[in-house]
């Protein structure tokens, strides 16, 4: 994880601004035609609004400038492949992903519009959660022009009362997310980069479950973030371990 420089801070802080700041000419959070994550992270990544939106080969690039694109996706990276299918032909693709870091919960009333305090959730992001997603696109994470930046957010995350519990907060719909500043970001510009996706307290051999416990992450996650890994020949299998699989890092790269 790359550490979040002073000036790295006051731009994100500039473009959080202006988004907020917009929507509350509109009268209300998530007014916006785009979720407030999303657009301020579009700022964040490019502050000129002239190469925000751009018509490219039949597709519509979040940022394009001077040949390079910019791609921000909140979730479902299959809505990606399409685009990365043209748009890695003939241009750099550097698909950006936000992901929740420290997170506090606030649930809006619709009837009064009253919103709760936030309480902090337990769960932290880390970059290892950006693994689900990756493998949605497993198949261009070699392409030499595919960049990807993973963002680390601390951020409010609004909910409606409208779930099928007592409290109606289980099962509720998300409703808007906002961004409270940027903890983290650690950029993959080539296959090499993947290394820093490998805790440093693994073993010199480890299987998925070694993987899961040094990631902090569920099995399900350890298990994708092996497979990507092996793909990207980033780690190799060299046999087994009971009935589980053995991977040692491909010392090579």
Not at 104 to 112: K, T
Not at 125 to 143: M, Q, V
Not at 167 to 196: F, W
């Amino acid at each position: 994880m790359e550490y979040i420089s002073q000036s790295a801070s006051e731009r994100f802080e500039t473009a959080k601004k202006k988004v907020l700041g917009i929507q509350r000419d509109r009268q209300g959070i998530g007014t916006l035609g785009e979720k407030t994550v999303h657009a301020i992270v579009k700022h964040y990544m490019e502050p000129d609004t002239d190469y925000h939106e751009i018509p490219v080969d039949g597709y519509v690039a979040d940022i394009y400038r001077e040949g390079n694109i910019i791609e921000i996706q909140t979730a479902n990276f299959n809505k990606l492949r399409e685009k990365l299918g043209c748009f890695l032909k003939h241009y750099e693709v550097t698909v950006v992903y936000p992901i929740p870091h420290i997170k506090y919960l606030r649930w809006l009333d619709e009837e009064s519009g009253s919103i709760t305090a936030g309480r902090k959730s337990p769960k932290k992001g880390t970059p290892y959660h950006a693994f689900k997603e990756l493998y949605r696109i497993k198949n261009y994470l070699s392409d030499e022009h595919l960049h990807l930046c993973l963002l680390l957010i601390d951020l409010e995350e609004i909910r409606l009362l409208n779930g099928w519990s007592r409290d109606k907060k289980k099962g509720s719909v998300r409703y808007d997310r906002i961004p409270l500043g940027l903890a983290g970001e650690l950029r993959i510009d080539g296959r090499e980069d993947y290394m820093q996706m490998l805790p440093i307290e693994l073993g010199d051999t480890f299987t998925a479950a070694d993987y899961a416990k040094a990631a902090h992450v569920s099995s399900g996650m350890a298990g994708i973030a092996v497979q990507i890994l092996r793909h990207l020949d980033i780690i190799r299998m060299i046999g087994k371990q009971g009935r589980a699989y053995l991977y040692e890092i491909n010392d090579s790269i």
